[in-house]
T-cell receptor
Framework: GAVVSQHPSRVICKSGTSVKIECRSL??????MFWYRQFPKQSLMLMAT?????????EQGVEKDKFLINHASLTLSTLTVTSAHPEDSSFYIC????????????FGSGTRLTVV | AQSVSQHNHHVILSEAASLELGCNYS??????LFWYVQYPGQHLQLLLK??????LVKGIKGFEAEFIKSKFSFNLRKPSVQWSDTAEYFC???????????FGTGTRLKVLA
């Protein structure tokens, strides 16, 4: 079945630095990828929708200059957390949609970001 | 605004017990409904989905869910749980014409051997 690889699985960074998280679709072309954030004991909150070759669409309240999303190819989307702060510490998950169907997306394994 | 409610945050069952996890959504239009499972240390996996047709949907690993439109519900069921069903279960909804998911807060299921 479809596989989405997310890397790194865990990262610790210092305040003020930037961190890049990669999301790759391994055996399919992902026209659309989604980035979520999950706080402890809460649900996944959609941050942005990323379409290959175009600008990402951010959800209300998500700072586009802080969470930079690039979807340069049909198999790779990246999320860069810029000038990280401790409150950015969270679990970030990507998901990918194959083609134009809505058959249930494939999720990556998530990235645990800790900002110290 | 659209929302998804999962009222059971934690459920503890013994093996062979029957399971029903509630999921209610608030949206008056056409919806697509999903249940995902997240086993410890693993990523989200699709259990089952409903788009249209028979409101009783069968998924993997013996799970099923029933869409009751009048109740805005999509409850997940399994007649006899196993220890390996210990996981977190998320209900998700997407509305017709969009591909965004709205997730419920999840239900942590623990099955005692």
């Amino acid at each position: 079945g479809a596989v989405v690889s997310q890397h790194p699985s865990r990262v610790i960074c210092k305040s003020g630095t930037s961190v890049k998280i990669e999301c790759r679709s391994l055996d399919f072309q992902a026209t659309t990828m989604f980035w979520y954030r999950q706080f402890p004991k809460q649900s996944l909150m959609l941050m942005a929708t990323s379409n290959e070759g175009s600008k990402a669409t951010y959800e209300q309240g998500v700072e586009k200059d802080k969470f930079l999303i690039n979807h340069a190819s049909l198999t790779l989307s990246t999320l860069t957390v810029t000038s990280a702060h401790p409150e950015d510490s969270s679990f970030y998950i990507c998901s990918a949609r194959e083609g134009r169907g809505n058959y249930g997306y494939t999720f990556g394994s998530g990235t645990r970001l800790t900002v110290v | 605004a659209q929302s998804v409610s999962q009222h059971n945050h934690h459920v503890i069952l013994s093996e062979a017990a029957s399971l029903e996890l509630g999921c209610n959504y608030s949206y008056g239009g056409t919806v697509n409904l999903f249940w995902y499972v997240q086993y410890p240390g693993q990523h989200l996996q699709l259990l089952l989905k409903y788009f249209s047709g028979d409101p009783l949907v069968k998924g993997i690993k013996g799970f099923e869910a029933e869409f009751i439109k009048s109740k805005f519900s999509f409850n997940l069921r399994k007649p006899s749980v196993q220890w390996s069903d210990t996981a977190e279960y998320f209900c998700a909804v997407s509305t017709s014409g969009t591909y965004k998911y709205i997730f419920g807060t999840g239900t942590r299921l623990k099955v005692l051997a």
